[in-house]
């Protein structure tokens, strides 16, 4: 691995432990309001899937052609896997840390 692979994963790493604290602070929420949260997040994630996919449908008829593949790309390497796990240990790290107490670093 290199330098940048290091820092990479150390970055989402972070990111995944604020979103565990996140998360552990969506799942205290009242019963109630975290059931129409976690209805509501899936149908505005999927919602916005499909007008982003209309918009790019309706762009490439007005514009026709776009941009053509290169012909022969080169393989892609495989991610390191510390940088693949980092952003699910980091979550756990983050539920964990939220249970004794570390959920006060969110504003």
């Known amino acids: 691995m290199e330098m940048g692979d290091w820092l990479n994963a150390v970055a989402l790493l972070a990111v995944g432990f604020y979103l565990g604290?996140?998360?552990d602070g969506l799942l205290q929420l009242d019963g109630a309001a975290f059931w129409?949260?976690?209805a509501g997040?899936?149908?505005m994630f999927w919602g916005l899937i499909a007008v982003a996919r209309v918009i790019d449908g309706l762009?490439?008829?007005i514009f026709p052609g776009g941009v053509k593949p290169a012909r022969a790309p080169p393989p892609k390497e495989r991610k390191p896997l510390?940088?693949?796990f980092s952003v699910p240990a980091?979550?756990?790290a983050g539920l964990?840390?939220?249970?004794f107490?570390?959920?006060g670093l969110l504003p």
Do not use: F
Request: proline letters at 4%.
């Open 21 to 23: 604290l996140a998360l």
């Open 96 to 99: 964990v840390g939220a249970q």
């Open 82 to 84: 510390a940088v693949l």
């Open 36 to 38: 129409i949260a976690a």
């Open 101 to 103: 107490g570390l959920s």
């Open 59 to 61: 762009i490439d008829r």
């Open 41 to 43: 997040m899936p149908i």
């Open 90 to 92: 980091g979550v756990a």
